[in-house]
T-cell receptor
Framework: KQEVTQIPAALSVPEGENLVLNCSFT??????LQWFRQDPGKGLTSLLLIQSSQREQTSGRLNASLDKSSGRSTLYIAASQPGDSATYLC??????????FGRGTSLIVHP | SQTIHQWPATLVQPVGSPLSLECTVEGTSNPNLYWYRQAAGRGLQLLFY??????ISSEVPQNLSASRPQDRQFILSSKKLLLSDSGFYLC???????????FGSGTRLTVV
């Protein structure tokens, strides 16, 4: 059974810092990995989707990498801003229709 | 473009009352549809998923049920709500193994 762990569970940083959020998974036989952002009381917004054949994906200040062999993905946020404050979740998709979600990293960026 | 609609946004219901939450997807056909619940301080819990009309898979025994009367419509129901049914309910969809998931805006259900 796939298990997904996100470290750290919470993070508070000053504005402008470069951040790394971690996502690890136990079964490397995956189709893809997806990073989401969730603002309080809102649904999940997709940030980046990395296919198993890819090493990284970039969107603006966000960069996500995938290392299947070690069961790890990182989400890099450059020059963090207060508007980046949210919970970030990763979801790993294996051979079934069902993704496995991590518990998320709660990020606060203070001015 | 594809969009997902989920309503209502918030709902306060007394214990023992029925429930019906609706989710519809536009701009695609034959999507895989999902219902998740997110309780305070806990992760996402998959409740039901459907890969086609009339096909429902339940992930956990619940006081809830799901139906898919049309290709792009997914309904979450309960005959009698319990206090423990309170939470944030999210609908999601995707198509194909190579595609990611798209979530609705969620329904905050409070059972009183």
């Amino acid at each position: 059974k796939q298990e997904v762990t996100q470290i750290p569970a919470a993070l508070s940083v000053p504005e402008g810092e470069n951040l790394v959020l971690n996502c690890s998974f136990t079964d490397s036989a995956i189709y893809n990995l997806q990073w989401f952002r969730q603002d309080p009381g809102k649904g999940l917004t997709s940030l980046l989707l990395i296919q198993s054949s890819q090493r990284e994906q970039t969107s603006g200040r966000l960069n996500a990498s995938l290392d299947k062999s070690s069961g790890r993905s990182t989400l890099y946020i450059a020059a963090s801003q207060p508007g980046d404050s949210a919970t970030y979740l990763c979801a790993v998709k294996g051979g079934s229709y069902i993704p496995t979600f991590g518990r998320g990293t709660s990020l606060i960026v203070h001015p | 473009s594809q969009t997902i609609h989920q309503w209502p946004a918030t709902l306060v219901q007394p214990v023992g009352s029925p429930l019906s939450l609706e989710c519809t997807v536009e701009g695609t056909s034959n999507p895989n549809l999902y219902w998740y619940r997110q309780a305070a301080g806990r992760g996402l819990q998959l409740l039901f998923y459907s890969v086609g009309i009339g096909q429902i898979s339940s992930e956990v025994p619940q006081n809830l049920s799901a139906s898919r009367p049309q290709d792009r419509q997914f309904i979450l129901s309960s005959k009698k709500l319990l206090l423990s049914d309170s939470g944030f309910y999210l609908c999601a969809w995707n198509t194909g193994v190579d595609y990611g998931y798209t979530f609705g805006s969620g329904t905050r259900l409070t059972v009183v």
